[in-house]
């Protein structure tokens, strides 16, 4: 049975017909190495690689008064970001351009998207109000302030809206904004708490650095770009203590064989070329990415679609769609003297780990 195949498998089988790497990258995306390195590996030491990967940077800044130190979440110590990196793929952005005009037909190609609300809204929805003692009823989130990225057409931004939150709803594609914005000015009240712009995460982050209770990346980081720095910024807009929801899509040879294969290539459920296999991500892999940032995983849960239904429904099986549900911490922990790495002639700090206690508090 195809969803009874492991990466732990694949790796067995590669050892015992000795590939090379070589073997491995020409043999398709099934057999993509990235995929398969990290199969029993201790979480230790993929936490400290991700840590290299991810190093702290101190930075100073040159003001009349002399030096000061930038202080990014709450902390010394700021991420090596560069305001030129950006985390929008241009052909993904052509790709969705022509697909503006159908972000509001239910029956559509968006119409996984518009059944997906049914779980990702109570998800976002019932995970916030842990974080508030008091909420007004029909409007629960209305204390909070939500960044939808990748936005689209607004399918998710507007429900969010309706339920009192005040939303900025951002994406690369200008068509999908005027779409967005012209849908919401159908209702005057979604038109006051709601707010939507043609950018990228990274050129608003100095702008909303600490903003926002709550960041959304649904159906999104298997579209960008540099995934870290893409994280890296999601992170940085969040209050201390905010919550990040992403929902995905895990790399396996079962989502090639579903999510491409047949949903794209064979009945045409979504259009050819929404996704590209090499862009999915493992949760293991993106709870180190978030966990090196600054970020506490609280939930990883799986999720299933039925094209023949059209419903969505939880599973304890996350080989296809996940979501996950990650917390900026309050308490950053700042890096010892005994473990800065010299990168050329700069001298960057690798501590991205989270504090048992800190992660414990959460949870409760």
Not at 71 to 87: D, E, I
Request: charged share 25%; proline share 5%.
């Amino acid at each position: 049975m195809v969803r009874g195949h492991t990466f732990i498998e694949t790796q067995k089988s590669f050892e015992s017909r000795n590939l090379s790497v070589g073997d491995l990258l020409q043999e398709g995306p099934e057999k993509e190495l990235d995929s398969c390195r990290d199969v029993g590996r201790p979480e230790t030491e993929l936490q400290r690689e991700s840590c290299f990967r991810n190093a702290w940077l101190w930075v100073p800044e040159h003001t009349s008064r002399g030096t000061s130190l930038s202080f990014v979440g709450g902390s010394p110590w700021k991420k090596l970001y560069s305001t030129s990196q950006t985390t929008v793929d241009s052909k993904e952005v052509k790709t969705f351009l022509a697909l503006a005009h159908k972000w509001w037909d239910e029956y559509g190609a968006y119409a996984p998207l518009h059944s997906m609300n049914d779980l990702r809204i109570p998800f976002i929805r019932d995970n916030l109000l842990k974080t508030v003692a008091n909420h007004q009823p029909g409007k629960p989130l209305s204390a909070m302030k939500i960044l939808d990225v990748g936005c689209g057409g607004g399918l998710l931004t507007e429900p969010l809206g309706r339920l009192g939150a005040s939303v900025m709803g951002i994406d690369p594609v200008d068509e999908n904004i005027k779409i967005a914005r012209h849908h919401k000015s159908f209702d005057p009240v979604l038109d006051k708490r709601i707010e939507y712009r043609v950018c990228s995460v990274e050129e608003i982050v100095e702008e909303t650095a600490e903003t926002f209770d709550a960041v959304i990346a649904s159906e999104v980081v298997e579209h960008v770009i540099e995934l870290e720095t893409f994280i890296q910024c999601c992170c940085q807009v969040l209050k201390p203590g905010g919550s990040l929801f992403i929902t995905t899509i895990n790399k396996t040879q079962l989502s090639y064989a579903l999510a491409i294969v047949f949903s794209e290539q064979i009945a045409g459920f979504v259009p050819k070329g929404t996704h590209m296999w090499e862009k999915f991500v493992s949760p293991e892999k993106l709870e180190s990415i978030l966990e090196s940032n600054g970020l506490s995983v609280l939930t990883v849960a799986g999720m299933l679609y039925n094209p023949f239904s059209g419903y969505w429904h939880w599973s304890e099986n996350n080989s296809l769609n996940y979501a996950a549900h990650a917390v900026r911490c309050m308490v950053q922990e700042h890096p010892g003297p005994a473990e800065f790495v010299l990168m050329g002639e700069t001298e960057l700090h690798g501590n991205a780990s989270t504090s048992a206690g800190v992660r414990e508090e959460l949870k409760k």
